[in-house]
């Protein structure tokens, strides 16, 4: 960057391991802050050394963030203000949002720098289909919660991508494999680091496997296929779908809504309608 940059927030992806991942434009921007927002000072710490710099920087986390976030705001006006996380991407699976809103809302500049994201590298390493994907992030810890939240996205047609700990893995694969039934997954860690791993089965299988070895080291990310094909809908469910629909649109957008939903021809199902209209 030859120019300094304009006063404002700006979100820097840091790497997830390999410090190597550090963008040149997410360096320079860090050089030029006038204050880094950070998870842990010691962890951007090591960063800053890496590329030889020192900063001022203040912690921004769950704990303080209602307190600090005011003060924030107000330097942007006038200051270079960089946002980061202790790995990867800013905002994802943390509270930076609201910093980004406010930010936006007192009429400051917001730009992100983007770089390294756990989520989407682990879901390049899972060999899953990738057209959809929904992000999760950790999961309730409690069992009850935790399938509740589980059968919530199990007819969800897209990849789904969660974070987790070492401790809980086996946990987590377990009440995966219970909620969602047989499916491809994978189980990523430490992803760009010297033993990044990719260990890839069924819900049903990795579930086993984690349960008999002993919590794996480092960050977690598990990656699960999308259910298969749904079942053709019957001719009682489709009778049914086609009387709820017929209560709140006419003959025609009945079946048309109706067709869509459960992929069925339009003019049998206009057919049918007017049968059962009548």
Do not use: W
């Not at 869509?260 to 309608?273: E, M, N, P, T, V």
């Amino acid at each position: 960057m030859n120019a300094d940059p304009a006063p404002g927030l700006y979100i820097v992806a840091t790497p997830i391991g390999n410090l190597g991942d550090l963008s040149p434009r997410a360096a320079a921007i860090l050089a030029a802050a006038d204050v880094i927002a950070v998870e842990d000072s010691r962890v951007t710490a090591g960063l800053l050394r890496h590329i030889g710099v020192k900063r001022p920087m203040t912690p921004y986390h769950d704990h303080n963030a209602e307190h600090v976030r005011p003060g924030l705001v107000a330097r942007m006006g006038s200051e270079v203000v960089a946002l980061v996380s202790d790995a990867g991407t800013p905002l994802i699976s943390d509270p930076g949002y609201k910093l980004v809103r406010d930010a936006r809302a007192a009429g400051h500049m917001v730009t992100t720098i983007p770089g390294p994201c756990a989520a989407v590298s682990a879901l390049t390493l899972a060999g899953l289909p990738t057209d959809r994907f929904f992000f999760l992030g950790f999961l309730p810890a409690k069992a009850k919660a935790r399938g509740d939240s589980i059968a919530e996205v199990a007819g969800v047609r897209a990849t789904l991508v969660l974070y987790e700990s070492g401790q809980r893995l086996a946990a987590l694969l377990a009440a995966l494999a219970q909620g969602l039934g047989t499916r491809e997954a994978a189980v990523t860690r430490e992803i760009t680091k010297k033993f990044e791993e990719c260990v890839t089965g069924t819900l049903d299988g990795l579930a086993r496997h984690y349960a008999e070895a002993p919590p794996p080291k480092g960050e977690i990310v598990v990656v699960v296929g999308p259910p298969g094909e749904a079942p053709p809908a019957s001719e009682a469910d489709t009778d049914a779908a086609l009387a709820e629909a017929l209560t709140r649109l006419p003959v025609s957008k009945a079946a048309g809504e109706v067709a869509k939903r459960l992929g069925l021809d339009r003019k049998a199902l206009y057919a049918r309608a007017l049968e059962i209209k009548a």
